[in-house]
């Protein structure tokens, strides 16, 4: 299906690089007809090669700190002056201080899991509640987050990222009810597989539970390709009642117990 986007204005956070599942949202996203400005915080502007997907979809990148209310205060005051109401926000932002430092989740510095709960959960919220507060969302709009199954169970080496994603899957369900009595507006989470992104990588034995996730899942991993899909039908009006879900895009692994290749190894 072609231009399942077509007129639709939105912002994407999180594109890094090549690697990164926003990246690839984006891309589908101007392949489907929408415009939409990018957005990521100044130190991943100069890290990342987000200029060279700005050149790709034609569009600008604006520099924001989804931490920092006034700095999302201007992104969506120059978005809506680009656009006019906005039809799809994408947050694809995480990071851990204590995964990146090697903190064991037995010795967590606090101070830096407030960090990652305010860069990966708490950002979220406030991405929701400027856009609410702006008006800046035509009704039924979408709104997706990126999250992972350990919300659910425990993955030793996602250490504080875990109790981030649970929280901002918790965000979800309850910004959800608030924007959708009062605007239509829908708020889901995707919970993908482990995916070889520079953030996911970059957890402890993540090659082990990438390597599991894929044996055991019925269909296999799913990509971050086969992700920026499911991002755009999100985004489309073929999903304007679908709100307020952790949806599990992981090739079935959310649902399986044991597997037969499993119990024969």
Not at 75 to 82: G, H, I, N, P, Y
Not at 93 to 112: C, F, H, Q
Request: proline share 2%; charged share 20%; aromatic share 10%.
């Amino acid at each position: 299906m072609n231009n399942l986007l077509k007129g639709k204005k939105g912002i994407i956070f999180g594109a890094l690089d090549e690697n990164s599942i926003a990246w690839k949202v984006a891309l589908k996203a101007k392949e489907q007809g929408a415009e939409f400005v990018l957005s990521n915080a100044p130190v991943a502007l100069r890290l990342g090669k987000i200029n060279e997907l700005a050149e790709l979809c034609d569009t600008t990148v604006i520099a924001a700190d989804a931490t920092s209310i006034e700095d999302l205060e201007n992104l969506f005051d120059q978005a809506t002056e680009k656009y006019g109401k906005l039809d799809f926000i994408l947050h694809s932002i995480g990071m851990s201080p204590n995964v990146r430092k090697n903190k064991a989740y037995t010795e967590l510095n606090y101070d830096w899991f407030l960090k990652t709960l305010d860069i990966s959960a708490l950002s979220f919220h406030k991405v929701l509640q400027v856009a609410y507060q702006k008006d800046a969302l035509n009704e039924w709009s979408s709104v997706v987050a990126l999250t992972y199954v350990a919300a659910q169970r425990t993955f030793p080496g996602y250490n504080d990222m875990a109790e981030a994603k649970a929280t901002l899957e918790s965000i979800a369900r309850s910004f959800g009810y608030h924007y959708g009595t009062k605007k239509n507006v829908r708020v889901n989470t995707i919970s993908q597989s482990p995916t070889m992104t520079t953030a996911g990588s970059g957890v402890k034995g993540f090659d082990v539970f990438y390597d599991y996730a894929n044996k055991l899942s019925p269909l296999g991993n799913a990509s971050s390709d086969s992700c920026a899909d499911f991002t755009i039908a999100l985004f489309s009006d073929l999903t304007r009642m679908v709100t307020m879900q952790n949806l599990f895009h992981d090739g079935g692994f959310s649902s399986i117990g044991m597997t037969e290749a499993f119990m024969g190894e």
